[in-house]
């Protein structure tokens, strides 16, 4: 993006040196629709540079959580520049929402603006942008704190995501060992997690209950601007879930458990090859995970690849694990370079082949919208940009050939990616159920919520896992979940958009050139449509009913089945 209102050498230092600009905003009349459409135009041009410095400042940290340099400069963001921001913003959109010519706005997408605009006008409270600005310094002490975790097996000293790996050994007593090893390590910082997860559920439920709210699920719900479903379909997919998912996650172990002829099977049974062969490997390193992922996407499309090669250019990719370096993995769009970036901690499993995939997807959708007018059209709901990235891990796997030659170690890889998928729904609405019990009832003690977990558990786990004498570790088990503790209720989203990927997966095997039309057609709407007709678009429906998630259920298990 060229800049044609920030100054092109403008740097990002203190607050006073870019409260210039904003005064520029607030300042400037709106006596017709072209200075109104200006301003929204340059106010975006701010917004694309004030996202990337802060992208930037985060994925930095994120890298090297040891660095504290690298932290100071986040939290400087976070401490001194944002609580400025959520009050400027708000005059901005108070001036916005109050000038005479709103209505002309009437180009494709400013109806959805207008409506989030109203929404956080609606939301804002000035007594909140302090809790706000506790509750981010709060949220990435998680990172600090699971990035800080290692084990030592071997004499070598492993990342958690490296330990993982020994849970697909072939040898029963070894994969016990590394599992006893990292539950340990978890288990030290139990009570840390417990206290930060007390603190943020005190401040989120006090920001809620300044804004109007009963509790801070509901204000979560309009925060998130879920315009296009309620509070109640949520419970409703749960019981949806549970009644058509569950019952395949307990065959799928049940028939693992019969294979591994195992008269106890326990959780470091669940990883490890049902016919006792060496964990699938992909790829050897970073650059050949990067080589194979383009070759993949070439496949389905040219324009996927060349999405691929040029964040591989501009180095908008770290993906290898490391000690010190945050867990998960994310894509992180950069509004005014235009490239986005990619983070993970690939180790060279299966999995890491399907997070590359996944935010690989991400990626393409950042490419496919950044053409759209304002920032705030390039900012899709979390339905619409999880529909982007789970679409491509199902896609993709049509094409793995590039990262397994073998006929048969392709097939086990997409048994593998399968059984993911039906892990998913179960894990989805065990962990969004948990939200909504943890802030509907927020005075709540760490031994009630831990008991709820277990209860949860109990109907979305899978009971063919044998957990006793492990019942502490199960009891911990969402702990790892990072959703809870950085983006609460950001997660039913993958549930959703889970049930419109295999729809995808599913229009494109029927007619490969039409679903990748449709996918490259939805996406580039960006935010300008609502959920349901953005996947209209995409040539599925936005449909969460037990009916349909048993359609869809009973067509993975027919795919699952066809590979055995």
């Not at 901005?92 to 000038?99: A, D, E, G, Q, V």
């Amino acid at each position: 993006m060229k800049r044609h209102f920030v100054k092109p050498d403008f740097k990002i230092t203190t607050w006073e040196n870019l409260k210039t600009y904003f005064d520029n905003l607030l300042q400037r009349p709106t006596t017709n629709i072209d200075e109104l459409k200006q301003l929204l135009l340059d106010g975006s041009e701010l917004g694309a540079v004030i996202s990337e410095d802060m992208a930037w400042r985060y994925i930095k940290m994120t890298c090297d959580t040891a660095n504290t340099e690298l932290r100071d400069r986040f939290n400087d963001f976070v401490q001194n520049i944002e609580p400025n921001l959520a009050s400027v913003t708000n005059e901005l959109n108070l001036k916005i929402n109050n000038c005479t010519f709103k209505s002309q706005l009437t180009q494709n997408g400013y109806d959805i603006y207008l409506r989030n605009l109203q929404n956080s006008i609606n939301l804002f409270r000035e007594e909140n942008i302090p809790l706000n600005t506790q509750l981010q310094e709060l949220e990435q002490q998680y990172g600090e704190i699971s990035g800080a975790q290692s084990i030592t097996y071997n004499g070598e000293k492993l990342t958690m995501q490296k330990a993982s790996t020994y849970l697909k050994d072939l040898n029963r007593a070894v994969r016990e060992e590394v599992y006893h090893l990292t539950q340990n390590r978890r288990e030290e910082d139990e009570e840390k997690f417990n206290t930060l997860f007390n603190k943020l559920i005190a401040l989120r439920n006090k920001v809620a209950l300044n804004a109007g709210f009963k509790d801070y699920r509901d204000f979560k719900h309009q925060s998130l601007a879920r315009f296009d479903y309620k509070v109640s379909d949520c419970l409703s997919f749960h019981e949806s879930v549970k009644q058509h998912a569950v019952p395949l996650l307990n065959n799928l172990h049940a028939k693992r458990k019969s294979k591994l002829k195992l008269d106890d099977y326990k959780p470091w049974d669940t990883s490890v090859d049902e016919e006792g062969l060496l964990p699938l490997k992909p790829f050897a390193n970073a650059q050949e995970l990067i080589s194979k992922t383009i070759g993949c996407f070439n496949k389905i499309d040219t324009y996927f690849g060349d999405c691929i090669s040029k964040m591989n250019e501009m180095k908008r990719l770290d993906l290898e694990s490391r000690l010190g370096k945050a867990p998960g993995g994310y894509q992180y769009p950069l509004y005014e370079t235009e490239v986005p970036f990619i983070f993970m901690n690939s180790v060279g499993l299966l999995r890491d082949l399907t997070t590359m995939v996944h935010e690989g997807g991400h990626a393409i959708h950042s490419f496919l919208y950044e053409e759209l007018e304002l920032v705030d059209f390039k900012s899709p709901p979390s339905e619409v940009a999880e529909l982007a990235s789970m679409s491509m891990e199902l896609i993709s796997m049509e094409h793995w050939q590039d990262f397994f030659s073998d006929a048969s170690e392709l097939k086990r890889a997409k048994k593998q990616q399968l059984e993911s998928v039906i892990d998913t729904l179960p894990w989805i609405a065990a962990v969004d159920k948990f939200q909504h019990w943890i802030y509907t009832n927020p005075n709540h003690i760490t031994d009630e919520r831990n008991a709820e977990w277990i209860k949860i558990m109990n109907d979305f786990g899978c009971n063919v896992i044998n957990h006793k004498g492990l019942e502490k570790n199960l009891q911990r088990k969402w702990q790892v979940q990072l959703h809870l503790f950085e983006v609460p209720f950001y997660y039913i989203e993958y549930g959703f958009a889970q049930l419109g990927a295999i729809a995808m997966w599913r229009q494109y095997k029927q007619n490969p050139k039409q679903a990748i039309a449709n996918y490259k057609k939805a996406l580039s709407l960006g935010y300008t449509k609502t959920i349901p007709q953005i996947f209209e678009a995409a040539g599925i429906k936005f449909d969460f009913s037990a009916n349909y998630i048993k359609e869809l259920m009973d067509f993975v298990s027919a795919e699952y089945s066809a590979l055995e």
